[in-house]
C-alpha cells in the first residue's frame, strides 16, 4: 500500500475518532437548561443547587404564601415568590392574573431567566393544606410567559426535611431576569373562548375542586355547583395520602385517570375555583402523563360564576 493510501486512512480514522468522541460527549453531558417541564427529585435538586458552578445552578423559588414560612425555613439560594402576588382584582373579580406589563415585570425581579433551570416548591404535607397549588399556579405562569426549564420539587419542603437536608433562614435575592420574546398564552383559555369551544361538544371539561364544592355544598361560592357538563376529579386523587406535595408512582396516578374516563387523546379543559387547582391537574396531565390537548380557563368558577346568566348545575356528570 502507497505511504500516501496509509496517510489517509490515518487522517480519516483519526477525524472518525474525534468526530465520535464529540457526539458522545455531547449525549453524556447534555446543558442544565434544556427544554424540559417535569417533576424533580430532592436528592437531584440537592445535587444541582450544589454545583460548584454558580452560574450552572438552578434558580430555585419559594412560592408560598406565607412570607413568614419562608423567613422560618428554606431550601439554599431559594428566593421568595409569592404566588398571589401574581394575581389581583379585575373588573371586580377577584384573584385574576394581572395584565402581561405587570407580570413580566414581577418575574423580572425575581430573577426568572430565559436560559436558566428553575426549581419550584412550597410546604404543606396534610390536606386541607394546598400550598403544592401554589408551586403549580407559578409554573403555570412560568411557562405562559415562555419558560421552558421548569422542575416541581416532588415532595416539597416536607419531604427535603424527611431526608434531612440542609434548609437556612438566610436570603436570596436573584439578580433581575430576563423573559423568552415568544409567550404561550395559548396553554390557556378565556371565558369568551371555553363557551365557544363548549359549544362544539368534543372537549372534557374537568372540574379539579374538591368534590363538595362540585356539587354546590359548600360556603365559599357565589353560585353553587360546576360549569354544566363538567365532570369532577379532585387534584388529590394524583398524591400520596401521606405527603400531598408528592405525586403518585405514575401507574397509580395514571389509574386514577383512565377510571375518570380521562383518555390521552381528548381536548381537555381544566378549571377549579381560583386556577391553582386547575394548574396542577393541567401540569400532571401535560408534564408528566403526556396528554396532547390540555388547557387551563384561567378565570375559573369564581369569574364563571359572576356572570349570572351562564347555566349551573349541581348534579354529577361521569364520562363512564
Known amino acids: 500500500m502507497s505511504d500516501f493510501l496509509l496517510r489517509l486512512i490515518r487522517k480519516t480514522s483519526y477525524a472518525v475518532v474525534v468526530m465520535c468522541c464529540f457526539c458522545w460527549s455531547s449525549l453524556r453531558e447534555p446543558t442544565l437548561a434544556q427544554a424540559q417541564i417535569e417533576l424533580i427529585s430532592c436528592a437531584e435538586a440537592k445535587r444541582l443547587i450544589e454545583q460548584a458552578d454558580l452560574q450552572s445552578r438552578p434558580i430555585v423559588i419559594d412560592t408560598r404564601g406565607g412570607y413568614k414560612d419562608y423567613f422560618r425555613s428554606h431550601l439554599p439560594t431559594a428566593h421568595h415568590l409569592n404566588f398571589d402576588t401574581l394575581r389581583g382584582t379585575e373588573a371586580g373579580v377577584p384573584v385574576q392574573y394581572l395584565p402581561e406589563d405587570l407580570t413580566k415585570?414581577?418575574?423580572?425581579?425575581?430573577?426568572?431567566?430565559?436560559?436558566?433551570t428553575h426549581i419550584l416548591y412550597a410546604t404543606g404535607d396534610k390536606l386541607p393544606n394546598d400550598e403544592i397549588l401554589s408551586t403549580t399556579m407559578v409554573a403555570y405562569v412560568l411557562e405562559k410567559y415562555g419558560i421552558q426549564d421548569i422542575r416541581v420539587l416532588d415532595g416539597g419542603l416536607a419531604e427535603w426535611q424527611r431526608l434531612n437536608f440542609p434548609t437556612t433562614q438566610e436570603y436570596f435575592g436573584n439578580p433581575i431576569g430576563e423573559l423568552p420574546e415568544k409567550l404561550q398564552f395559548d396553554i390557556g383559555i378565556d371565558l369568551a373562548e371555553l363557551l365557544e369551544r363548549k359549544s362544539n361538544g368534543n372537549l372534557v371539561l374537568v372540574d379539579a375542586r374538591p368534590y363538595n364544592e362540585y356539587i354546590g355544598e359548600d360556603d365559599v361560592w357565589l353560585r353553587k355547583g360546576h360549569i354544566p357538563g363538567a365532570i369532577s376529579f379532585h387534584w388529590a386523587r394524583l398524591m400520596e395520602k401521606n405527603?400531598?406535595?408528592?405525586?403518585?408512582?405514575?401507574?397509580?396516578?395514571?389509574?386514577?385517570?383512565?377510571s375518570a374516563g380521562l383518555g390521552v387523546d381528548q381536548e381537555?379543559?381544566?378549571?377549579?375555583?381560583?386556577?391553582?387547582?386547575?394548574s396542577l391537574l393541567r401540569f400532571y396531565l401535560t408534564h408528566i402523563a403526556g396528554y396532547r390537548h390540555v388547557r387551563l380557563y384561567e378565570g375559573s368558577w369564581k369569574e364563571y360564576a359572576a356572570e349570572k346568566s351562564l347555566p349551573v348545575e349541581t348534579q354529577e356528570n361521569r364520562l363512564r
Open 105 to 116: 415585570a414581577l418575574l423580572e425581579r425575581a430573577g426568572i431567566k430565559k436560559d436558566r
Open 243 to 258: 405527603n400531598t406535595h408528592k405525586f403518585l408512582d405514575r401507574d397509580a396516578a395514571l389509574a386514577e385517570l383512565t
Open 268 to 278: 381537555i379543559i381544566v378549571y377549579c375555583g381560583t386556577s391553582r387547582e386547575g
